[in-house]
């Protein structure tokens, strides 16, 4: 039995490096023991007793590796030890990438042509994080949520100072340069402009203008809060303003819900005085109100498009979307003769927030009062978030169905839940529901929804809208046959589907 | 100013005061994502991965992906420490905008029943999820400690018992130094109490620096100062404050998967360290 060792000077290497040497070592053929030690003296005496040498010309920073067993094999053992130690590391200089920023500050030193930040961090920090992309001269897109609106003015006035926008807070959807980003869906470049003051309604005009053979120039979004009082509608004036001097952009269209008496004001001073011809969407406006020069009130999601694509044909305003065809009329009713006369209540699943909104004021208006977690003003607050009680209509997408929880867009599990508990309640005439498409959104929306409804017993009509389009990942008539497949019937907008869902109530209301 | 520019995330609070008037920086010892430079006096200054826990006297960079310290930076490369900047051929960084890594300073009690109830929190919620990895984990002599412990009911450490443990022990930081790492942390929270044993159990470990290496030498210096690494600062507090059992173990667990056996050997003398501290928390 031969025993052998080795020093290496000041030799530091780190302890998964030495304990992996000492393993393959020790686990040579004809190797009985082997160790890989420091030479301090407590382990030097180790080495003593346990037989694998004496004498050892090592000090503390030195190492040892020490060997006992046949003696070709501690001379292998030696080698490559000595081997993987002194090896020296592959060179990857030229393999090594860049320096991943961890500031704002470096990507901009990293990618000096870049002009927009989208910050997605906890509330409480967003604001200091826009502050400083503002300050570094870039655009602002704000996917964060839970910033107070005192802070969003704050971030916004520095934008108008620095002649840039802040997109945000909450803003999960826009189309820049023909880029979707956040929420968005894949729309044909062209020559229409949206500012959107909601996402979903973003996404709906995008893709209805896209399905009409139009084209997006840019899809600006501002946060839910920009038409308040308090902020004054900085970032939709801004976007206004950006697609009034933009020579690419020959309609505008803006989407909010009704903003402050004041702010609206303001804005339509600016649309009036655009050049170009302004459709103004304000969801749940007074449908007769007087439209000043150069802007055209519309009535629905879908109706903005629609007149948006018309006056770039200079064409006059279509007609509303949100009207029931005589055709569709028939077919509903011929549903309603099979469903017994108990099923009376409309039962609303939404993931978008503005198709909650939109359906809910388009059922008003055929007289159904609602229960909602967002209720529109005239409706009722939800008594019990996860049970629907008469005529119901949940956004999904809330904070008090999200908690801990991956946006309906994301995860449609509890969304598709909840659509298959309106479906057992026997007092359920219609369920009404989305499929929001494009990139973000799930890879399959419809699949889990539909393997469910293969084994769930059918009750009430189901009737969804599909936003999306033809580009999208998902191709939206893909889900669309799906659904039609699996007996839903499919709206061409969420309006539509609305005025489909009143028109069942009320036929059943009427029984 | 020449090479790239590597981002800091955070430095150790004893790097806060500028290192620049230490004089003879060079580079000590590098591996594939550390760096140690060490100046005139033998005081190391580390360089870690953003991904290491923080360290008294290191800084913690944001390396690029495939970035090699062993290929990146020379053993004979000058390196100047200047204004806040670290120079040295093929790349820099910069000091003064880094956060500094700053630990709660734990107030020092002879609460008794503090004392106890952390005790048994760490023996029933941690010893029960980490106890067989230490036992077979730790060498010989460490477990001999252990058990010797246990069975005189008296667990303090001796002049003879550091003698044995400094540089005893496989790893870059042999696992004799890292229990007594563990050991002093676990004997901070006591406080005045045993203050003496303390500081004997400090001088005895400066009497015995020689014995083990430079680089773990300097750790065990920055043990006998009350300085330590922000995993045990973590688990220390998580005691303190009485967090939840899935905390504790994971704050354990953290520390555990430092290094090979480093973290193993830190939390062994911790323990025992704990069970040392015991006797004198009596009611």
Same mark, same amino acid.
């Given at each position: ?511 | 100013?020449?090479?790239? %520019?590597?981002?800091?995330?955070? @430095?150790?609070? &004893?790097? !806060? *005061?500028?290192?620049? +008037?230490?004089? /003879? $920086?060079?580079? =000590? ?41 062993? %290929?990146?930076?020379?053993?004979? @490369?000058?390196? &100047?420490? !200047? *204004?806040?900047?670290? +120079?040295?051929? /093929? $790349?820099?960084? =910069? ?52 058990? !010797? *412990? ?63 290496? !430079? ?69």
């Amino acid at each position: 039995m031969n025993i052998r060792n080795r020093i290496f000077p000041n030799m530091y290497q780190d302890s998964v490096s030495l304990m992996q040497i000492s393993a393959q070592i020790a686990g040579l053929d004809g190797i009985e023991q082997a160790s890989v030690v420091m030479g301090t003296p407590a382990n030097i005496i180790q080495l003593q007793d346990a037989g694998l040498g004496q004498d050892f010309k090592a000090g503390p920073n030195d190492l040892i590796i020490a060997v006992r067993g046949a003696a070709a094999a501690c001379d292998t053992a030696l080698e490559l030890a000595q081997t993987r130690l002194t090896a020296k590391p592959a060179s990857d200089e030229g393999d090594i990438r860049k320096v991943a920023p961890a500031s704002l500050a470096m990507g901009v030193e990293t990618m000096p042509e870049a002009s927009l930040a989208l910050i997605s961090v906890p509330g409480d920090y967003a604001a200091a994080e826009a502050i400083k992309a503002l300050q570094l001269g870039l655009n602002v897109m704000m996917f964060s949520d839970n910033v107070p609106m005192a802070q969003e003015v704050e971030i916004k006035q520095l934008a108008n100072r620095k002649n840039r926008i802040v997109m945000g807070p909450d803003c999960g959807t826009a189309i820049i340069n023909g880029i979707p980003l956040g929420f968005a869906n894949v729309v044909k470049r062209g020559a229409i402009g949206v500012v959107a003051a909601s996402g979903t309604g973003l996404q709906e005009v995008t893709c209805r203008i896209d399905q009409l053979g139009e084209g997006v120039s840019q899809a600006l979004g501002t946060g839910g809060h920009d038409l308040h009082e308090e902020v004054g509608g900085i970032s939709m004036l801004y976007g206004l303003q950006a697609l009034i001097e933009d020579a690419a952009t020959k309609v505008i269209v803006l989407v909010s819900k009704p903003p402050a008496p004041a702010v609206a004001d303001k804005i339509m001073a600016r649309a009036s005085a655009a050049g170009k011809p302004v459709v103004v969407h304000f969801l749940g406006a007074p449908r007769d109100a007087l439209a000043p020069q150069g802007i055209t009130f519309a009535h629905t999601l879908g109706d903005a498009a629609e007149v948006a694509v018309a006056k770039l044909h200079n064409q006059p305003a279509p007609a509303s979307i949100a009207r029931l065809a005589d055709a569709d009329a028939a077919k509903l009713t011929a549903l309603c003769a099979v469903l017994p006369a108990s099923r009376k209540d409309i039962r609303g699943v939404f993931a978008g927030g503005t198709f909650c909104f939109e359906a809910q004021l388009i059922c008003q208006q055929a007289g159904f009062v609602a229960s909602s977690n967002t209720p529109v003003a005239g409706n009722k607050t939800l008594a019990d978030l996860w049970t629907g009680h008469g005529h119901t209509v949940v956004d999904m997408g809330d904070d008090a169905y999200t908690r801990g929880r991956p946006h309906p867009m994301i995860d449609p599990t509890l969304r598709n839940a909840r659509i298959l508990s309106d479906m057992a309640d026997p007092a359920t005439a219609v369920v009404l529901f989305d499929l929001v498409l494009g990139y973000g959104a799930a890879a399959a929306p419809a699949d889990a929804l539909l393997q469910a409804l293969q084994s769930a017993p059918r009750g009430p009509v189901l009737v969804a809208l599909v936003c999306g389009t033809e580009a999208d990942p998902q191709v939206r008539q893909r889900q669309v046959d799906a659904l039609r497949a699996a007996g839903v019937l499919v709206a061409g907008s969420n309006a539509e589907a609305a005025v489909w869902a009143s028109k069942i109530a009320r036929q059943q209301a009427n029984r | 100013m020449p090479g790239i %520019t590597l981002s800091v995330c955070s @430095a150790g609070y &004893l790097l !806060q *005061a500028d290192p620049s +008037h230490r004089q /003879g $920086w060079r580079v =000590h010892s590098r591996f594939a994502r550390v760096l140690n430079l060490v100046d005139d006096h033998g005081a190391l200054c580390t360089l870690l991965p953003h991904e290491a826990p923080n360290q008294p006297t290191a800084m913690r960079l944001t390396l690029p992906e495939g970035w090699d310290w062993r %290929t990146q930076c020379d053993l004979a @490369a000058p390196v &100047l420490w !200047q *204004a806040g900047w670290l +120079h040295s051929p /093929g $790349w820099q960084c =910069h000091l003064t905008p880094a956060m500094i890594w700053q630990p709660q300073q734990l107030q020092a009690s002879a609460d008794t029943r503090r004392c106890r109830l952390e005790q048994a929190l760490l023996k029933a919620v941690v010893l029960q999820g980490v106890s067989t990895r230490i036992a077979a984990g730790t060498p010989e002599y460490l477990g001999q400690l252990i058990t !010797q *412990a246990d069975a005189s009911g008296h667990a303090l450490l001796t002049a003879r018992n550091v003698n044995a443990l400094v540089g005893y022990g496989q790893g870059l930081t042999p696992d004799g130094d890292d229990y007594l790492v563990g050991y002093l942390a676990a004997l901070q929270r006591i406080g005045p109490v045993l203050a003496a044993h303390t500081a004997a159990i400090g001088q005895q470990i400066k009497q015995c620096l020689g014995n083990t290496n !430079q680089i773990s030498a300097h750790y065990l210096q920055l043990a006998i100062s009350g300085h330590f690494s922000e995993s045990i600062h973590q688990l220390r507090s998580a005691l303190i404050e009485h967090a939840p059992p899935d905390v504790l173990v994971h704050r354990a667990e953290h520390l555990l998967r430092y290094g090979a056996t480093s973290g193993l050997s830190t939390l062994a003398g911790f323990l025992h360290g704990l069970r040392a501290i015991t006797p004198y928390c009596l009611d």
